[in-house]
């Protein structure tokens, strides 16, 4: 089954939370250990670099809202 999101994309947890971008996809081979099951995404928190990794089931296309 083909990921839903790329590299690059833009994305954030259904729940809430801050855009999201895509820096891992599921399948690509991790530097240490097999490939990876998840999403790893990076995103600032003020100055911040942050990272976390999420499921496809957790994250949605990033919608920027109207001005």
Do not use: R
Request: aromatic share 10%.
């Amino acid at each position: 089954m083909a990921n839903q999101f790329k590299h690059g994309d833009i994305v954030v947890m259904k729940s809430g939370g801050p855009p999201m971008t895509v820096d891992k996809v599921p399948g690509e081979q991790q530097s240490f250990g097999g490939p990876l099951k998840d999403y790893q995404c990076d995103w600032f928190k003020g100055a911040t670099k942050q990272h976390g990794t999420f499921g496809e089931h957790l994250l949605e296309e990033y919608v920027p809202p109207k001005k």
